[in-house]
């Protein structure tokens, strides 16, 4: 089966469009302010305008209120919600939308447990753990922690053009999720690098 990806922490619509042409399968916009790829709900419609058909939107989230989540659903064009905090799963479930549950792992995460916990996700996305950085940590984790589940995965975290084919190789997962692995600067994404990506998950 072809591995999907996903290109998170885009800010700007040309690259939304860059990596919609190039055959990325989701675009992921992060609604956390602290992040250097934050974007406001108005930036997100500019960056989502025009995008092509069958190219999901992945708006990203962590900790938020529930208000926050309902303003940026009532405005923007969103297909899937991603929560990368502590959210719990009635949490998640509530606004009427798949949703993506992000689990940073350690050493001692219980995949089955939380797969069952979360069991209305649409996926688990596996993201490194560094304390203090919620997510976007361009760095990688120990993916023989990754034990399969019923659900599909998602595998992030320090993912670039460089180690992408392996990752694939060894961990076989649903979908690959990179933000800093394909940028120039934070929020700033390098299209050769999304290429370069792109290529590698197609050869993988
Ligand atoms: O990208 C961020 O700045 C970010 C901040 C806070 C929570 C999540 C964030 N990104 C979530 C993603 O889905 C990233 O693509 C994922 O963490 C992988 O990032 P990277 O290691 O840079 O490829």
Redesign the pocket.
């Given at each position: 089966m072809r591995t999907r990806v996903k290109i998170?922490?885009i800010t700007r619509q040309q690259d939304a469009d860059f990596a919609a042409d190039s055959g990325a399968d989701a675009i992921?916009l992060?609604f956390?302010p602290p992040?250097?790829?934050a974007i406001s709900v108005a930036q997100a419609q500019n960056v989502t305008r025009g995008l092509a058909p069958f190219v999901s939107t992945v708006a990203?989230f962590?900790n938020p209120s529930v208000a926050d989540v309902s303003r940026c659903l009532d405005a923007v064009s969103v297909d899937i919600i991603?929560f990368?905090g502590d959210e719990s799963p009635e949490f998640c479930s509530q606004f009427g939308k798949p949703y993506i549950k992000?689990i940073r792992m350690k050493p001692d995460t219980n995949l089955a447990q939380l797969s069952e916990a979360y069991g209305s996700a649409q996926a688990l996305?596996l993201?490194?753990y560094q304390p203090g950085v919620?997510?976007?940590?361009?760095?990688t984790f120990d993916w023989s922690l990754i034990r399969q589940i019923e659900k599909p995965i998602i595998l992030?975290?320090?993912?670039s053009a460089d180690n992408v084919a392996e990752a694939i190789k060894q961990v076989r997962p649903f979908a690959v999720?990179?933000?800093?692995?394909v940028e120039s600067e934070k929020g700033i994404k390098s299209h050769d690098k999304i290429s370069a990506f792109m290529r590698e998950v197609a050869n993988a």
């Open positions: 998170c922490g992921g992060v956390y992040s250097p790829r990203l962590v991603q990368h992000a996305l993201d490194a919620p997510g976007g940590t361009g760095t992030a975290g320090g993912l999720d990179v933000s800093g692995g």
